[in-house]
């Protein structure tokens, strides 16, 4: 599996960024699709997951009401909506997909593909 995100640039406080990640090979068989971030000087860590079957959704506390994670199974693509940025979400942004299953994990060490990242810039 081989995952290509996009979308990520420089945007102003309160602004909104939408981010993409396409996800191509053997693609049936995943789980999730999840979105995690990188702050300099930071763990990485979750941002949002969301099934590929049902389309179940989890969230970071610091991101929850703010982002939105979907997917569409046919473009084998997942998304991420981020509306109300701040300079809190700064950091480089990267897609990952978890084949096991079965509960959406915040754990990247269960994801077992990852993307490239995208850097997202917030000033404020």
């Known amino acids: 599996v081989q995952l290509q995100a996009c979308g990520g640039g420089l945007v102003q406080a309160g602004d909104s960024l939408r981010l993409a990640c396409a996800a191509s090979?053997?693609?049936?068989?995943?789980?999730?699709l999840a979105w995690f971030r990188q702050a300099p000087g930071k763990e990485r860590e979750f941002v949002a997951a969301?099934?590929?079957?049902?389309?179940?959704?989890k969230y970071a506390d610091s991101v929850k009401g703010r982002f939105i994670i979907s997917r569409d199974n046919a473009e084998n693509t997942v998304n991420l909506q981020m509306n109300s940025l701040n300079s809190g979400d700064t950091a480089v942004y990267s897609c990952?997909?978890?084949?096991?299953?079965?509960?959406?994990?915040?754990?990247?060490?269960?994801?077992?593909?990852w993307g490239q990242g995208t850097h997202v810039t917030v000033s404020s």
């Open positions: 990952a997909a978890d084949r096991k299953g079965p509960v959406i994990s915040t754990a990247p060490s269960q994801y077992h593909y």
């Open positions: 090979g053997r693609t049936l068989g995943l789980h999730a």
């Open positions: 969301i099934t590929r079957r049902y389309g179940n959704t």
